[in-house]
């Protein structure tokens, strides 16, 4: 049985090789009595042959196409010679057909078709060109009767916004916004007549009445500033000077019945130091003290005084313009020997949580202003409390305008000092106006 087996292996194999020799003798002979010569090659000047080829798409063989080439010139450039086909036989697509440019590494390929003639056995080549079509989506065109009905305007100004609108960057799509939004276009007059408005137009121009009804003028504006302003509330409709700040209704009167004054008394009387951290209190204390009305007078100086030393002792906090108040039983060691209701007092007024900010800061520096003017008799000269509270003549100044004073200027020991008054009618700060 192994025997047979053999034999019969061997036997396919010689089998096959004279099959194979047998194939190889046939094409041979074919090759030989089958000999193609090329007679010719053509290079047609005019309407050369096109092999088209299409990219993802199928095109019908009837399809007929245009032709168009480049218009000749005298200096004929580079790609002059291109071939453009083009068709829109089907219902739907547009088929253009361009030229196949060789790549870059095959800058001399070109394209030949073959006529081959069997009797002969001759092939004439004829250059062609290479052609890639592709289709494309035909515009729908809106009917006849839908265009009349959009009145358009072609203007450049309007080609310009429709520009500018598609391409424009956001700032100038942000001018023809508002050049569209504020743009009220009246009904044109007819004859001689008067203008109209559609009721569209009618029912804006109603709004806009409305709405600026509504607005609050200036003197209202002017009155809410005011009011909003850190500054002691007066009386501005008094007749006189002394009745517009009253230190009974700024402080309280059972607070400034606290307040003991008769150490400074005894000194005054008795001609003594008085030793005090306050340059305006030191200069004028002497003075009130042996005037007339001393004691209430008094009782109102050292109140101004806990007050400067209420913001004195306060540190820098840490927001700008912010100050810490002491703590309790520190402000009472510093504010001795005033009473505990007058310290709280002064430290629910000019502070929130311990915390004097800009707003309590400014309430505190206009109340001393007005104290300084009633101490003075309503003209005061603004150095010393400017050295006091370590600010610039600028700033003082215009706490002292806050409180309707009127300033000017005075030669005093060989420098300028500025003299605030406070006399009927106050004249205030008024709201600043915007550039036009």
Same mark, same amino acid.
């Given at each position: ?283 004028? =204390?002497? +003075? ?7 004691? &209430?007078?008094?009782? $109102?100086?050292?109140? /101004?005084? %806990? ?99 009127? =300033?000017? +200027? ?7 000092? &500025?003299?605030?008054? $406070?006399?009927?009618? /106050?004249? %205030? ?8």
């Amino acid at each position: 049985m192994v025997d047979t087996g053999k034999k019969r292996k061997h036997s396919d194999e010689l089998g096959s090789e004279k099959k194979k020799k047998k194939v190889v003798v046939d094409s041979t002979a074919s090759s030989k009595s089958r000999q193609i010569k090329v007679s010719s090659i053509v290079q047609p000047q005019v309407s050369p042959p096109v092999i088209a080829t299409t990219s993802g798409i199928a095109v019908s063989k009837d399809t007929k196409f245009n032709t168009y080439s480049r218009a000749p010139t005298k200096r004929p450039r580079h790609g002059a010679s291109d071939l453009l086909l083009h068709s829109t036989s089907h219902r739907t697509l547009d088929y253009s057909a361009r030229e196949d440019k060789p790549k870059g590494g095959q800058p001399l390929l070109k394209h030949y078709i073959g006529l081959f003639d069997p009797a002969s056995g001759q092939l004439q080549l004829v250059e062609s060109k290479k052609m890639v079509i592709r289709g494309s989506v035909r515009a729908q065109q809106a009917p006849e009767e839908d265009m009349q009905s959009q009145k358009l305007s072609n203007t450049m100004y309007d080609l310009r916004t429709e520009l500018g609108q598609a391409f424009g960057t956001k700032k100038a799509k942000k001018a023809l916004a508002a050049i569209t939004e504020n743009a009220i276009n009246p009904g044109k007059p007819q004859g001689d007549g008067q203008q109209t408005l559609d009721s569209s137009e009618k029912a804006l121009m109603d709004s806009i009445k409305d709405v600026t009804m509504s607005v609050a003028t200036r003197e209202d504006l002017q009155s809410a500033m005011d009011a909003a302003k850190p500054v002691p509330r007066g009386n501005y409709e008094a007749d006189e000077i002394q009745d517009v700040y009253r230190p009974e209704e700024l402080i309280g009167k059972d607070i400034l019945e606290l307040i003991q004054v008769n150490d400074w008394a005894k000194s005054v009387k008795k001609n003594e130091d008085i030793q005090l951290r306050s340059r305006f209190v030191a200069h004028r =204390i002497n +003075r009130i003290g042996s005037g007339e009305s001393a004691v &209430s007078r008094l009782r $109102l100086l050292r109140y /101004l005084y %806990f007050v400067m030393l209420f913001y004195l002792t306060a540190r820098k906090g840490k927001d700008k313009g912010s100050r810490e108040v002491l703590k309790k039983d520190k402000l009472i060691e510093e504010l001795s020997p005033a009473p505990p209701p007058v310290i709280e007092s002064i430290r629910r007024k000019f502070s929130d949580k311990g915390i004097m900010r800009k707003q309590h800061v400014d309430l505190l520096m206009t109340h001393c202003c007005v104290f300084a003017c009633i101490m003075d008799n309503f003209e005061t000269n603004t150095w010393d409390l400017k050295e006091d509270f370590g600010l610039d003549q600028k700033t003082m100044t215009q706490y002292f305008m806050e409180i309707g004073a009127k =300033i000017k +200027r005075a030669k005093v020991e060989g420098r300028t000092d &500025s003299i605030a008054q $406070l006399k009927l009618p /106050l004249v %205030f700060p008024k709201m600043r106006q915007g550039r036009r």
